[in-house]
């Protein structure tokens, strides 16, 4: 019935599972404002009221966008209610809800991102006069509660502010929630007990032209702060906060003061002051001094791979003032005040299974110049000291992900060591175990992240460490003596040095790119290296035909290698590429299966241990095989050329030019027990030619002079492309010839289509 009179009454309404969509365009009409108001129409007739008991939303999407204002927000209302008398001009709105907001934006900054608000609210509603009053209103964000009062009027020129919000019982994340999450990076999971108070005002006018006054004060007394970064508290914390839009309301004007903080980490205190004003141009006044305890500390590091901490690091009057432009660039960093020291004692790390320690050292800054003096790292099978200066420390750290301003830290600094494992130390930045489980497009995700991060970090270095390590170990590989530089510039890493290793000395000169798909090019010059240790700490480079267990020697070699990766830090072994020129002198070779295929026409006694004089080549790895231009063995067991390639599958084709005059003599001597090496000269005997093809597993041996000889002649064509492009490298690489005595006794004019064979021919294989 109360339909029929002024006053209409609505005990319930309820609305759930759907969504609202609130749009103002630039000219401020909203889509909501639909009705068009009768010209004739007087107060007495549109002053009907209504009366609700509970209206009532659930689950209902808010979406909100105000381009006149450059303001937008997403909302889900879990649970609100709503009750009051209404009337077409003055009324009462009581409400409480549950809203999850998913963000808010306000003049491009996003507030309360994926954050829990609720309120409890009374509000007197005049819309003749556009004045909302706020009395006593409960807002709640996360976990913290907020008084509000005051009100709120649109005027004909924007909307008036004035508003008070406080809060005795606070906490410290309940402010970083109503603010900016860009304000408070790293912060955001800190929390706080203690006596926390707070306090804000916004006062004025808004609109396109201009803002109302923004003042926030918050405090901590007696308090403490914890996060997950801690392993423990810090205790006994109080500290000032000052936020202000200052004089002109705006970002130019605005100031943050953070003052008298004052902490304990394990009772060893802790003080920070922290000035910034002209949030348009930064202005930075920085300061900090205390004692770090590395078992509580660590965690602030951000490295997932550290468990733990130990030992302290002392900071000394470490301080920073200047604008935020000039500190990022290195051109005007002279006029940004800088210094102070950080100083080591025995501050360790538990990384995986690892500790690294930095036993002692000292880092002092003096203006853009740092220093670091007797800086010594123990663990992971290191004991490593840095000395040396840099520069440009500041813009480096300030510096964006991407280094647009192409900032270089410059610097010069020596790298001595005891001891050096490169493996353990490398396993820092590898994947975790668990990682490397991950999906495949996960872990490509990973490894391509751990590639941009070393290029990141390699475009800002500019410098020299001069290296000198007294032992070193990588993978297999054994050094000693290693003195040399590495050299930054550019993405790039340039090492040369020389080093004790293998039994003999080698020589290395490389150069790293890191940017994009990184690239290696490297030069090993090896002198009187063993060679059995040369193939065992290199890993038989991968293949198996022949082992560190079967050669013997010494090994003199010049190697060329060019290495190609892809974004994602897979090796691409279609495209490495390797040059080599290698001599072997007093050579032996043992258990070589391969060879004892010959025993038909030499004693297989001597196939099993083969010992050869000189022997030099050139060899090339290109398309993932093995490239063996011809080249003549002079051994015990028999003397040959041999030409051939070998895949990385273990695919073959090898070429053999065998003396038929020591095949004949040799069928009817006894095993030579002194391993002597048959001499050269066979004048007037023929030579027999045979072609090994196949697999490892799986090879045949055939009679072919004509293959064979022909193969031998492009051979000769590769020879002296690898032998240019060596010398392009290193200069003149000496080659042994093979003996002139030892031509074919026709001068190799046999008639097309003729074959040549002794008595017996060998063919077989497996």
Request: charged letters at 25%; hydrophobic letters at 35%.
């Amino acid at each position: 019935l109360s339909l029929f009179g002024s006053k209409i009454k609505v005990h319930s309404v309820v609305i759930s599972d759907g969504g609202l969509n609130i749009e103002i365009g630039r000219d401020g009409k909203a889509n909501y404002d639909i009705f068009r108001e009768a010209p004739d129409e007087t107060d007495d007739e549109t002053s009907a009221t209504i009366s609700l008991e509970q209206a009532r939303l659930r689950n209902i999407e808010l979406s909100y966008s105000d381009k006149s204002t450059e303001q937008e927000a997403s909302i889900l209302v879990e649970d609100a209610t709503f009750s009051g008398e209404f009337s077409s001009e003055q009324f009462s709105l009581k409400s409480q809800a549950s809203l999850l907001s998913h963000y808010v934006n306000l003049d491009g900054l996003r507030y309360l991102a994926n954050k829990s608000v609720g309120y409890d609210a009374l509000i007197a509603v005049n819309l003749k006069e556009g004045t909302y009053k706020l009395d006593n209103v409960l807002l709640n964000v996360e976990d913290s509660a907020f008084k509000v009062d005051g009100s709120i009027e649109n005027w004909e020129s924007g909307t008036y502010f004035d508003l008070y919000a406080s809060s005795d019982n606070g906490k410290l994340e309940g402010v970083f929630s109503l603010l900016p999450a860009e304000y408070f990076k790293g912060l955001e999971d800190f929390t706080s007990t203690g006596n926390f108070a707070f306090n804000a005002l916004v006062k004025g006018q808004y609109n396109k032209k201009q803002s109302p006054e923004v003042r926030v004060e918050f405090g901590l007394e007696d308090g403490r702060l914890s996060s997950p970064k801690l392993a423990g508290p810090l205790k006994d914390v109080s500290f000032n906060a000052v936020f202000s839009n200052g004089k002109y309301r705006d970002n130019s004007s605005s100031s943050f003061t953070l003052e008298n903080f004052k902490g304990y980490f394990n009772r060893e205190l802790v003080e920070m002051r922290l000035q910034v004003s002209d949030f348009d141009n930064p202005k930075i006044d920085f300061y900090l001094d205390g004692v770090l305890p590395m078992s509580s500390a660590y965690g602030l590091l951000g490295n997932p791979k550290i468990m733990g901490g130990e030992g302290e690091v002392e900071i000394k009057n470490l301080h920073l003032k200047g604008a935020y432009d000039d500190m990022r660039d290195p051109a005007r960093i002279a006029r940004v005040q800088a210094g102070g020291e950080l100083e080591f004692d025995d501050a360790g790390l538990s990384i995986d299974e690892e500790k690294l320690v930095l036993d002692r050292g000292l880092l002092k800054l003096e203006g853009n110049r740092l220093s670091v003096e007797n800086l010594r790292l123990e663990g992971a099978g290191s004991d490593v000291t840095f000395h040396g200066a840099a520069y440009n420390l500041i813009p480096v750290l300030f510096a964006d992900s991407l280094n647009s301003r192409r900032v270089e830290l410059v610097f010069e600094a020596s790298l001595s060591a005891s001891q050096l494992d490169i493996d353990r130390l490398m396993q820092f930045s590898a994947l975790s175990p668990e990682e490397e489980q991950a999906p495949e497009p996960v872990v490509d995700s990973l490894r391509t992240a751990q590639i941009q991060q070393r290029q990141l970090v390699t475009s800002f270095l500019k410098g020299t460490f001069n290296a000198d390590f007294e032992r070193f170990n990588y993978n297999l590989i054994e050094g000693q003596s290693f003195t040399g530089k590495l050299d930054f510039d550019n993405n790039t890493m340039a090492v040369k040095g020389e080093v004790e290793a293998m039994g003999g000395h080698i020589s290395l000169d490389g150069l790293t790119t890191f940017d994009g798909r990184p690239q290696l090019k490297a030069k090993l010059t090896a002198q009187h290296v063993e060679a059995s240790e040369f193939f065992r700490q290199s890993e038989n480079f991968g293949q198996d035909v022949l082992t560190d267990q079967q050669l013997k020697g010494t090994l003199d070699a010049r190697i060329a290698i060019y290495a190609f990766w892809d974004e994602e830090g897979n090796f691409l072994m279609d495209k490495l590429r390797v040059l080599a020129g290698i001599g072997i002198t007093n050579g032996e070779l043992a258990g070589m299966k391969m060879l004892e295929s010959f025993s038909t026409f030499v004693n297989i006694k001597d196939l099993q241990h083969i010992k050869f004089v000189d022997m030099q080549n050139f060899l090339e790895v290109r398309n993932q095989r093995i490239y063996l231009p011809a080249m003549f063995i002079r051994s015990n067991a028999l003397n040959l050329t041999i030409s051939g390639e070998h895949s990385f599958d273990n695919e073959l084709n090898y070429n053999i030019k065998v003396n038929a005059g020591q095949v004949l003599a040799d069928r009817f001597k006894r095993h030579d027990p002194g391993l002597q090496p048959k001499a050269t000269r066979r004048n007037g005997w023929f030579n027999l030619y045979y072609r090994i093809f196949g697999t490892l597993d799986d090879y045949k041996i055939q009679s072919a002079k004509r293959r064979v000889k022909s193969e031998f002649e492009l051979s000769e064509i590769r020879k002296r492309d690898i032998q240019r492009a060596l010398e392009a490298e290193f200069g003149p690489v000496k080659l042994i010839q093979e003996p002139a005595d030892w031509e074919d006794a026709d001068g190799g004019n046999t008639p097309a289509g003729e074959e040549e064979y002794l008595d017996f021919d060998l063919e077989g294989g497996r």
